[in-house]
């Protein structure tokens, strides 16, 4: 099946970067991680599970607002694997980071997310 593995995560300053990673293996028949979208969903202790950033296979990305600017979602579809960088990070975007994939045909909707992984930790302090 589909397994979906983060890594990259940790803790840092405020100001400072990390990059996230996402490897996606496994196989299933009719569908290749290329047709797949992906995104980067976050939650924070207290908080509801919010879509930080996604990219479909034509190329178009979505970011949450509060992220804009800062973040950047990419591929490299020869490795299979997601990235989310994180620039100029605050402590506000501390939570845990998971890596999530849809069949495009679904709308970019987090319920419309079927494979998850078992996220990464990110610990920005002021």
């Known amino acids: 099946q589909v397994q979906l593995v983060e890594s990259g995560g940790g803790s840092v300053q405020a100001g400072g970067s990390l990059r996230l990673s996402c490897v996606v293996s496994?196989?299933?028949?009719?569908?290749?991680?290329?047709?797949?979208?992906m995104g980067w969903f976050r939650q924070a202790p207290g908080k509801e599970r919010e879509r930080v950033a996604s990219?479909?296979?034509?190329?178009?990305?979505r970011y949450e607002d509060s992220v804009k600017g800062r973040f950047t979602i990419s591929k490299d579809n020869a490795k299979n694997t997601l990235y989310l960088q994180m620039n100029s990070l605050k402590p506000e975007d501390t939570a845990m980071y998971y890596c999530?994939?849809?069949?495009?045909?679904?709308?970019?909707?987090?319920?419309?997310?079927?494979?998850w992984g078992q996220g990464t930790q990110v610990t920005v302090s002021s």
């Open positions: 496994g196989y299933v028949s009719g569908y290749t991680y290329s047709s797949r979208c």
């Open positions: 990219i479909d296979t034509d190329g178009r990305t």
């Open positions: 999530a994939a849809r069949e495009c045909y679904y709308m970019d909707y987090e319920v419309n997310y079927i494979y």
